[in-house]
């Protein structure tokens, strides 16, 4: 199992003086310019740790949302391309769908796979349903438009020779010529995340990781879709290093560590769902089939951990949303979960939350985020690597 270290740049400072939603029509004056260069920094810093920790990074980026400040993925990791020296650099993702153009899209993925040595995966996501409000798309079709953008940075990325045109249903340009080309060929490994065993059979098909999020139950069909559907395609049984999951992840030393880290930890899943009510899953963007089954499930809105009221630390972690403990706790949770769904190779750890503030001042030590990071990184790793690929074939 590969780690990778995620964190959404949130804002937290200001979830406390918020009323209502946190996205789309939040006021920005919540948003202190100057409080925000110091996170930017402690972000930057920890991700730092966590190469030399041996972890990989994930970054996304988000829009108008307190949430989460990386407004763009690529300019992170084109930071972390020069600052880190080993980590496999992921964007998951950059929102194709509602950027308007895919081919400066291609150069900025080339140019980062470049200044990091080859060390980028990319990953395109079709962005979350309030985004739509920023970038004035229609949800009706965006998936038409993503894999128009999807199908054009592929060919830009991967062509060589001289410039060729594209003509499109959404995009035109009468020139198209990438430089730098990539350093990885015919182009870095690409992620493309999945809810539902739709979504799963597509990327099985292209033979992409697919990445899903908080999926708990959903995420064995979706899984097993996924397996079908690319023995199917390409003869062999898929790869274990073909799946990926994001759940919340909590270490500490001893059990009142855990517990005090858990409570700066909480708070994202109570602010996380703030949303105005029209952009949570607005007409057209989720497919049939998703709406369809959350609606036999009683599920509302568009996030729904599927967890009981009032969920235990035992629920969340059984239900694959936050998993919570000292290192072994740590290690007994997350593979009883991948051998639930049949096996996990990337694990995505969320470290979003009120951390406690970085000493960012050439300091050694990073709150919360840096100790825990140490902690996974002493112990945790070198165990699931095997017990993943075990869970894999079984």
């Given at each position: 199992?590969?780690f990778?270290?995620?964190?959404e740049?949130s804002?937290?400072?200001?979830?406390?003086?918020?009323?209502?939603p946190t996205?789309?029509v939040?006021?920005?004056r919540?948003?202190?310019?100057?409080v925000a260069?110091k996170?930017y920094?402690?972000y930057l810093?920890?991700?730092v740790?966590?190469?030399?920790?041996g972890?990989?990074?994930?970054?996304?980026e988000?829009h108008?949302?307190?949430?989460?400040?990386?407004?763009?993925?690529?300019?992170?990791?084109a930071?972390?391309?020069?600052?880190?020296?080993?980590?496999?650099?992921l964007?998951l993702?950059v929102?194709?769908?509602n950027?308007m153009?895919?081919?400066?899209v291609?150069?900025e993925?080339?140019m980062i796979d470049v200044?990091s040595?080859g060390?980028?995966?990319i990953?395109?996501?079709k962005?979350?349903?309030?985004?739509l409000a920023?970038?004035n798309?229609?949800?009706?079709g965006i998936?038409?438009?993503?894999w128009?953008?999807?199908?054009?940075?592929?060919?830009?990325?991967?062509?060589k020779?001289p410039?060729?045109?594209?003509?499109g249903k959404?995009?035109?340009?009468r020139?198209?010529?990438?430089?730098p080309?990539?350093?990885q060929?015919?182009?870095?490994?690409m992620w493309i995340?999945a809810?539902?065993?739709?979504?799963?059979?597509?990327?099985?098909?292209l033979g992409y990781?697919?990445?899903?999020?908080?999926n708990?139950?959903?995420t064995?069909?979706?899984?097993?879709?996924?397996?079908?559907?690319y023995?199917?395609?390409?003869?062999?049984p898929?790869?274990?290093d073909?799946?990926?999951y994001?759940?919340i992840a909590v270490c500490?030393?001893?059990?009142k560590?855990?517990?005090?880290r858990v409570?700066?930890?909480?708070?994202y899943?109570?602010?996380q769902?703030?949303?105005p009510?029209?952009w949570?899953?607005?007409?057209?963007?989720?497919s049939?089939?998703?709406?369809?089954s959350?609606?036999k499930m009683?599920?509302?809105?568009?996030?729904n951990?599927?967890l009981p009221?009032n969920?235990?630390l035992q629920d969340?972690a059984d239900g694959?949303?936050l998993?919570a403990?000292t290192?072994?706790?740590?290690?007994?949770?997350i593979t009883?979960?991948?051998?639930?769904?049949?096996?996990?190779?990337?694990?995505?750890?969320?470290?979003?939350?009120?951390?406690a503030?970085?000493r960012?001042?050439?300091?050694k030590e990073h709150g919360?985020?840096?100790?825990?990071?140490?902690?996974?990184?002493?112990?945790?790793?070198?165990?699931p690597?095997g017990?993943?690929?075990k869970?894999g074939?079984?």
């Amino acid at each position: 199992m590969k780690f990778w270290h995620f964190s959404e740049q949130s804002m937290h400072p200001a979830w406390d003086k918020i009323e209502g939603p946190t996205k789309v029509v939040v006021d920005n004056r919540f948003c202190d310019p100057e409080v925000a260069h110091k996170l930017y920094k402690r972000y930057l810093d920890e991700w730092v740790i966590a190469d030399k920790l041996g972890f990989n990074i994930f970054v996304n980026e988000h829009h108008a949302s307190a949430n989460c400040m990386s407004a763009s993925c690529l300019l992170t990791l084109a930071i972390l391309a020069r600052e880190t020296k080993n980590a496999r650099l992921l964007c998951l993702g950059v929102p194709i769908a509602n950027r308007m153009d895919p081919y400066r899209v291609a150069e900025e993925l080339a140019m980062i796979d470049v200044i990091s040595g080859g060390r980028l995966e990319i990953g395109l996501v079709k962005a979350s349903p309030f985004e739509l409000a920023m970038s004035n798309q229609n949800p009706v079709g965006i998936m038409e438009r993503y894999w128009e953008g999807h199908d054009f940075v592929v060919k830009a990325l991967t062509h060589k020779g001289p410039p060729f045109s594209w003509e499109g249903k959404y995009y035109n340009y009468r020139n198209v010529n990438i430089w730098p080309r990539p350093i990885q060929q015919p182009m870095p490994p690409m992620w493309i995340t999945a809810s539902g065993p739709s979504t799963g059979r597509k990327v099985a098909e292209l033979g992409y990781t697919m990445a899903t999020f908080f999926n708990g139950a959903g995420t064995k069909p979706l899984f097993d879709a996924y397996k079908e559907t690319y023995l199917q395609t390409h003869g062999t049984p898929a790869p274990i290093d073909k799946f990926a999951y994001l759940a919340i992840a909590v270490c500490g030393h001893n059990e009142k560590e855990v517990k005090e880290r858990v409570d700066k930890m909480l708070p994202y899943l109570k602010v996380q769902p703030r949303t105005p009510k029209g952009w949570i899953n607005p007409p057209g963007y989720e497919s049939v089939e998703l709406n369809a089954s959350a609606l036999k499930m009683g599920k509302t809105g568009r996030m729904n951990f599927g967890l009981p009221e009032n969920p235990t630390l035992q629920d969340m972690a059984d239900g694959g949303i936050l998993f919570a403990g000292t290192p072994d706790q740590l290690y007994e949770q997350i593979t009883k979960f991948s051998d639930q769904v049949g096996g996990i190779g990337h694990d995505t750890f969320f470290g979003t939350g009120r951390s406690a503030p970085a000493r960012i001042c050439g300091e050694k030590e990073h709150g919360v985020t840096g100790s825990l990071n140490r902690a996974r990184g002493r112990r945790l790793p070198p165990r699931p690597q095997g017990c993943a690929y075990k869970s894999g074939q079984q």
